[in-house]
């Protein structure tokens, strides 16, 4: 048993040469740091650095834009998770910005938060074409697997923009070699896909890696353990959320995901083409393919294409080359009611979580964990 | 975005189930766990209207505790 004391206590203890940089990539990791306070509580000693956490923020501009497009031009009702709707373009399309623009200005866009919800809407309105506009990661991506492979009406058609985790942050650690000196891997994409899908950090980047869950415990272990990696010279792949996740993670959900979709090159915003990182139909279901229905739009940008670095301060954040403070927009310019950057929007992108947050203190935190225990397996 | 939250088994029907958290209950699919024995009374993680793994009663209050001080931070 190890209480949340005892684990401040050691981390706070523990001296090193140098800060350890830890990379996040869960904007729920983000959150739970953040207002715990961990970040400003162990700064002598450790960095946490929020990396690609968000599926809304990494979304391309293209594939919004289209959405948009589908919305005002071809008369479809549009329906996505409820953040997607707020994210803005930088290039507009017809004169919209966002999704909620064009509902703004007449077009059938609403929210949604299940993909049977999206279904629902289909069969309640069977004269119109629905277009799911489905973003996720691995979490998100299996129920949509799974609902995709029911039977479903003819006036339902998807657009996918689903995306991998670990190939972004392969690319984040290839691409900033030396940056970071260990990864707090994602709890719930880890509870789909596994563990064990981690190990590539250890052996193509010797970084040692947890899984964390989102409970300030948690996180705790997971930061004891990699300091302990650090200390002891060794590197490990550690599970703190054993709760919930196993080492070959829900094998139902894998074979639901795999059976649905395959896996292609995908654009991220922000980082560019990442090899293996995106979701596209399998055969089987790809007559809902809504870009099979509907003629592509020009997107006046080089979004298409591989863009490996820009000087967009989001992409920055995004790649955990910057902190959202950093930012001269950060709660100027950019807030979450008048969102210049699709890290303010979603409610696990890093600037709206460091906008809503201000300076947290700790104290809450054991006041309430104290009672609590985790049991270390 | 996939803020998954524990929820209770109420009944359970074919794939479907109703689950119960904080006096809400929901409609919530079984089909992701399907390996897995869920029965009524049972705690399951629940991600867009979906159960993603069946977790313990303690750890279904750990994660409740958790969620209530986001929901209180945020408001
Ligand atoms: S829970 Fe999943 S989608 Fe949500 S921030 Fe974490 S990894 Fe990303
Ligand atoms: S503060 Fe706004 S503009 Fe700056 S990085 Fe964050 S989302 Fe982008």
Redesign the pocket.
Known sequence: MYSVESLLRDIKNTSLSKPFRILNVCGGHERAITRAGFRTLFQHNIHLIPGPGCPVCICPEEDIAYAIHLAINENVVIVSFGDMLRVPVEHEMGGCSSLIDAKNQGADIRPISSPQEAVSIALEEPRKVIVFFAVGFETTMAPIAATLLNDLPNNFKVLLSGRLTWPAVAHVLESQPNTFDALIAPGHVATIMGSEEWQFAIDHHNLPVSIAGFHPESLLLSLQTLLGNCSNKVVTLSNRYPEVVKQNGNAAAKAIINKAFTIVDAHWRGIGVIPGSGFSFASRLSHLDATNDYAPVDFPSQCAQNVPETTS??EK?ILGKMA?DA?P??GQE?KPAS??????VSDE?A?RIWYSSGERSITNVIKKGNTLKVEMK | MCLAIPMKVIAIKGFNATCEAKGVSREVSLHLVQGLEVKVGDYVMVHVGYALQVITYDDAQVTWEMLDQVIAYDA
């Not at chain 1, 969102?339 to 303010?344: F, H, I, R, T, Y």
């Open positions: 301060p989001c954040v959202p930012c927009f950060f950019c969102p210049k950057g699709a890290c303010m992108g600037c």
